[in-house]
């Protein structure tokens, strides 16, 4: 598994704001999960599914170096953009990078929160949560 993000968290907040309206931000959301390599089939096991997302999400994860790198997938393409989303701020990070990153100040910068769902919303925080929880896992003292 290598990083697969491709785009910075400034790069991501300075695209969303180009854009007038959402539904070109929803766009540009869903070309980001695109962008993204699938998990092979093989992998999308069920103990790798993160619970409470609406849709299928599958999180993995190596360590190399002291960095986290993950492979998520989902089988909704606005979900495969908020993970390209999500791993702009947590892929290829030290645990300590990725319990420190301000994720609800970058969504809020997105202006993202209130323009999802509220059953996305939930499962965009409990991708979250599971990512921050592999970080407090492999924290090192």
Known sequence: MDTVTTHTVEDIVETIAFFDDWEDR???IIDLGKELPAMPDSRKREELLVR?????????WTERD????????SDALIVRGLIA??????DGRTPRAILDFDI??????LDLLKHLSPTRGNGLRAMVQRIRDVAADNLRP
């Open 104 to 109: 609800e100040g970058y969504f809020g910068r």
């Open 26 to 28: 929803y766009r540009y």
């Open 66 to 73: 002291g960095r986290i790198c993950f492979d998520v997938d």
């Open 52 to 60: 409470g997302c609406q849709s299928q999400v599958w999180l993995d």
């Open 85 to 90: 989303i999500v791993l702009a701020a947590y």
